[in-house]
T-cell receptor
Framework: AQSVTQLGSHVSVSEGALVLLRCNYSSSVPPYLFWYVQYPNQGLQLLLKYTSAATLVKGINGFEAEFKKSETSFHLTKPSAHMSDAAEYFCAVSDQAGNQFYFGTGTSLTVIP | DAGVTQSPTHLIKTRGQQVTLRCSPKSGHDTVSWYQQALGQGPQFIFQYYEEEERQRGNFPDRFSGHQFPNYSSELNVNALLLGDSALYLC????????????FGPGTRLTVL
């Protein structure tokens, strides 16, 4: 069985501040892990993915995430928040065949000018 | 290069009715997955189609059915609509050998009254 838990349904940061969105996973098999972003009234856009290669994964728009097996975590970070980062962020896990994705409930990021 | 497209954008139905949602995958993709995203929740996997067959299915009742056509486009059908079926329905496409990389469409917003 696989699942993800996103800690904090709402996160607010000041423009230019560090962004940290938390995700913990549960998986009975080696997982693939993903972060997606969703802007209002739009579909999901892939930010980055971990597929058992390097544990530090760099994605688009300056985001990165680190896979920590000992902590079963895959937190998303960005050194300096931009107003355009305001959106809903979803963490997801799948098996290594990628046949079925399990999404978290999402974290809404607000960036304060 | 066209991305994933879905139609219609919005749909309003009444309880007990049937609905069909459509998805055209990204050019070159052969696998289509469908997700239900209730308000304030993460997407939930409904099923995945490849070579016109259902490969995987999530925990959804038989009222939810699908079809994939030879051109890889897909339909999601929901019978006997319930109020709880109101959601954003997302389609995602991929290549069967790379189903960990899914591209999402903008979704169809279904409202059941």
């Amino acid at each position: 069985a696989q699942s993800v838990t996103q800690l904090g349904s709402h996160v607010s940061v000041s423009e230019g501040a560090l962004v940290l969105l938390r995700c913990n996973y549960s998986s009975s098999v080696p997982p693939y892990l993903f972060w997606y972003v969703q802007y209002p009234n739009q579909g999901l856009q892939l930010l980055l993915k971990y597929t058992s290669a390097a544990t530090l994964v760099k994605g688009i728009n300056g985001f990165e995430a680190e896979f920590k097996k000992s902590e079963t975590s895959f937190h998303l970070t960005k050194p300096s928040a931009h107003m355009s980062d305001a959106a809903e962020y979803f963490c997801a896990v799948s098996d290594q065949a990628g046949n079925q994705f399990y999404f978290g409930t999402g974290t809404s990021l607000t960036v304060i000018p | 290069d066209a991305g994933v497209t879905q139609s219609p954008t919005h749909l309003i139905k009444t309880r007990g009715q049937q609905v069909t949602l459509r998805c055209s995958p990204k050019s070159g993709h052969d696998t289509v997955s469908w997700y239900q995203q209730a308000l304030g929740q993460g997407p939930q996997f409904i099923f995945q189609y490849y070579e016109e067959e259902e490969r995987q299915r999530g925990n959804f009742p038989d009222r939810f059915s699908g079809h994939q056509f030879p051109n890889y486009s897909s339909e999601l059908n929901v019978n006997a609509l319930l109020l709880g079926d109101s959601a954003l329905y997302l389609c995602a496409s991929s290549l069967v050998q790379y189903t960990d990389t899914q591209y999402f469409g903008p979704g169809t917003r279904l409202t059941v009254l």
